[in-house]
T-cell receptor, first 111, second 114 residues
């Protein structure tokens, strides 16, 4: 089983709608969870971090963490064309000072 | 300017040649990482370093060598390049005490091995 899995294919959403992305992880001891955004041809940049069960909101972004079910999700409210990018889920591997990344989910916001 | 820089940004080489990708950060971050990104595989960790003179292998370290004699530099060397090493390479750093938190990525180095 991969450390971090993002299985959804490309996601197309109309402008103004909610985009929902999911991520599961395998290591129950993981404590730190991150969402990175990567525009085409650019490097990843951090948009959200979450460490406790529940929701964390930052502007139009909400991260949700459920450690019992080992999943992390990202909601993008009022999606804008500028949100069109690939979103990478990353998890701090327990006992190691490194992040494991999922393959990413491409989001396309249609005006 | 402060930040993390990679060089070269683009490199074309031939099979069997040695290639070194440079990474330099000005934040004095303890942690530095090398990832490669390929279609269908996402970001995969090659090597990482917790401090100068401390390095550890990641999941795809075969064929790569790193060194970290100074905190700010973390060069990645492909000892004998193969076509399968054609990829985009990202260097990253993190300064969170007690472990890694936010990673700051360089702009990437696109390597083509012919």
């Amino acid at each position: 089983q991969k450390e971090v899995e993002q299985n959804s294919g490309p996601l197309s959403v109309p402008e103004g709608a909610i985009a929902s992305l999911n991520c599961t992880y395998s290591d129950r001891g993981s404590q730190s969870f991150f969402w990175y955004r990567q525009y085409s041809g650019k490097s990843p940049e951090l948009i959200m971090s979450i460490y406790s069960n529940g929701d964390k909101e930052d502007g139009r972004f909400t991260a949700q963490l459920n450690k019992a079910s080992q999943y992390v999700s990202l909601l993008i409210r009022d999606s804008q064309p500028s949100d069109s990018a690939t979103y990478l889920c990353a998890v701090n591997v327990y006992g190691n000072n490194r992040l494991a990344f999922g393959k990413g989910n491409q989001v396309v916001v249609i005006p | 300017d402060a930040g993390i820089t990679q060089s070269p940004r683009y490199k074309i080489t031939e099979t069997g040649r040695q290639v070194t990708l440079m990474c330099h950060q000005t934040w004095s971050h303890s942690y530095m990482f090398w990832y490669r990104q390929d279609l269908g595989h996402g970001l995969r960790l090659i090597y990482y370093s917790a401090a100068a003179d401390i390095t550890d292998k990641g999941e795809v370290s075969d064929g790569y060598v790193v060194s970290r004699s100074k905190t700010e530099n973390f060069p990645l060397t492909l000892e004998s390049a193969t076509r399968s090493q054609t990829s985009v390479y990202f260097c990253a750093s993190s300064g969170k005490a007690g472990g890694i938190g936010e990673l700051f990525f360089g702009e990437g180095s696109r390597l083509t091995v012919l």
